[in-house]
């Protein structure tokens, strides 16, 4: 990619959540723009969205509508990318994908910009922005990652916002009518291509998308095969555990790691303190430690909780935080564009 004092950038799924979210990012981190250019699906198109102080038209996407741009942030899908992203490519834009299309391609990096940006070298065209649950978990533990990363165990707490816009009104729909008549009707809860369908108000669903052939969810292999391939470990031992909660915005996880040599919680919390982007609050005598609503609106990571593992003083426990449509989304897929115009 050509360096130059300002980019033109097109966003694909701009009227989506994380689309939203990335017209808002880049205004937030001052992207250097010459021009935006919103796309979507014609059934929004003609839609507006503000962008410094204007209201930016919405276009229906086509594969013209990426000629002459230099980078593509895309939110619209698997099925979309894999249609649109080599068109973009073909027209001279970097694409910077956030759907599972290109995430396990060994042709495409998968990035976290504190982590691995050196992989951003060899990109042909396509970069893959990984999987919200699997963005802040890397940013914990790359800090560690000098101990020897040996078996990582996780469990998730997911929020909803993380099935779309439609779980974010389906979870207040169910408030609402509990609060109206004392009992709450199931609505999307867990997929809605499924039979069964649970409350997801005052509940807690240990389905995060479709169970696979092995009993895992897609979204467990997911944070399985995306850690190896960023962390280039790919004989890490990872056991996940993926849940959805009660939760508007904000993925929390709840982690333990065991390392090749002893590691103690004030070595951790150093090291964690030093990170890039990583905010370590770790006072539970006061009452002080991440939850989603502290990790909500910003593009930071935040971890505490951190203790000994009481049976291994090899293995560490820690809680993990962020807001899965900024930092897991949005905010790491504009990191990514700020990289590609470094290295430009």
């Known amino acids: 990619m050509e360096r130059k004092a300002s980019y033109r950038i097109a966003v694909l799924g701009a009227t989506g959540a994380v689309g939203r979210r990335m017209v808002e990012t880049l205004e937030r981190r001052n992207f250097p723009i010459e021009s935006l250019k919103l796309l979507a699906s014609e059934r929004s198109a003609g839609q507006t969205i503000a962008f410094r102080g204007e209201q930016l038209p919405v276009e229906r996407a086509t594969a013209d509508s990426f000629e002459g741009i230099d980078i593509a942030l895309f939110s619209a899908g698997a099925t979309t990318s894999q249609i649109f992203a080599p068109e973009a490519v073909k027209r001279g834009a970097v694409v910077v994908d956030n759907s599972s299309a290109y995430r396990m391609d060994p042709n495409v990096p998968l990035v976290v910009p504190e982590v691995n940006p050196h992989t951003l070298d060899d990109h042909q065209g396509i970069i893959a922005n990984p999987n919200c649950s ?31 816009q439609k779980a974010v009104d389906a979870l ?44 895992y969810t897609k979204e467990e292999m997911k944070l399985v095969n995306e ?26 996880e709840s982690v333990a790691v065991r390392f090749a040599t002893p590691v103690t919680p004030d070595i951790a919390r150093a090291r964690f303190a030093q990170a890039e982007n990583l905010v370590v609050v770790d006072e539970p005598s006061a009452a002080k430690y991440p939850h989603p609503q502290m990790a909500e609106g910003t593009g930071d990571t935040f971890v505490g909780r951190i203790r000994q593992d009481l049976a291994d003083p090899h293995t560490l426990l820690f809680f993990v935080v962020a807001d899965n449509l900024l930092k897991g989304a949005a905010w790491n897929a504009v990191q990514i564009a700020e990289e590609l115009v470094k290295r430009a």
């Open 172 to 215: 207040r729909e169910e408030v609402a009518a509990w609060q109206a008549t004392g009992t709450i009707a199931s609505t999307i809860f867990p997929l809605a291509s499924q039979d069964a369908h649970y409350p997801q108000a005052f509940n807690v669903l240990p389905q995060c998308d479709i169970f696979l052939d092995n009993g």
């Open 227 to 252: 850690s190896r391939k960023i962390l280039e470990l790919p004989d890490l031992k990872v056991s996940p555990t993926a849940v959805r909660v009660p939760v508007l915005y904000g993925h929390a």
């Open 134 to 164: 699997t963005i802040q978990l890397m940013v914990a533990l790359h800090a560690l990652r000098e101990f020897g990363l040996e078996h990582v165990t996780i469990s998730t707490y997911q929020a909803v916002s993380g099935m779309g």
